[in-house]
């Protein structure tokens, strides 16, 4: 069955420092993923989308890499702020294959 | 545009009523998704919609869940009867394309007591 897996629960980085959150999927072969955020109490808000032909992608402070050999993809928060602190959710899509979310990462970014 | 609508944001109620969500696209949005999240699952799609039509229902977790969608702009997802596992966030969210952008709707927070 398809299964997507993101680095750790929860991460605590101080101020200043690059955040570097993981995805891996196995059973799946996407289109696109995408990278969103969530506030408690929200819906989650999209971030950035990638495409399978695509290995880098950038915006502002964020950057995005995809690696289809390795089934995975980084997210990289560069000089962080307490205001990055949110649960991060990577999404998987692809023709013929249903859209799912990861478990999410949840990002502390301390002063 | 005010973005997704969704209606009621908390709901309360006791196991084996009916309960009824509802959503508002943003406009011009061909798909509407409907989502649950809880702690457990995580974000699990439950089914979406393309110009109105169901394209994929296989989230849906029995048949105590249906969703409708009778015209471009409204939707509704209805529990009918309620069990206390059904508690959960669940949001609605729309996009252009079944590949871009979806954007969510604030979630209506069920209790099912």
């Known amino acids: 069955s398809q299964k997507i897996e993101q680095n750790s629960e929860a991460l605590n980085i101080q101020e200043g420092k690059t955040a570097t959150l993981t995805c891996n999927y196995t059973n799946y072969s996407p289109a696109y993923l995408q990278w969103y955020r969530q506030d408690p109490g929200r819906g989650p808000v999209f971030l950035l989308l990638?495409?399978?032909?695509?290995k880098e992608k950038r915006k502002e402070r964020l950057k995005v890499t995809f690696d289809t050999t390795l089934k995975q993809s980084l997210f990289h928060i560069t000089a962080s702020q307490p205001a990055d602190s949110a649960t991060y959710l990577c999404a998987l899509g692809g023709y013929g294959q249903n859209f799912v979310f990861g478990p999410g990462t949840r990002l502390s970014v301390l002063p | 545009d005010a973005g997704v609508i969704q209606s009621p944001r908390h709901e309360v109620t006791e196991m084996g009523q009916e309960v009824t969500l509802r959503c508002k696209p943003i406009s011009g949005h061909d798909y509407l998704f409907w989502y649950r999240q809880t702690m457990m699952r995580g974000l699990e799609l439950l089914i979406y919609?393309?110009?109105?039509?169901?394209?994929?229902d296989s989230g849906m977790p029995e048949d105590r869940f249906s969703a409708k969608m009778p015209n471009a702009s409204f939707s509704t997802l209805k529990i009918q009867p309620s069990e206390p596992r059904d508690s959960a966030v669940y949001f609605c969210a729309s996009s252009l394309d079944v590949g871009e952008t979806q954007y969510f709707g604030p979630g209506t927070r069920l209790l099912v007591l």
């Open positions: 990638i495409r399978e032909n695509e």
């Open positions: 919609f393309n110009n109105n039509v169901p394209i994929d």
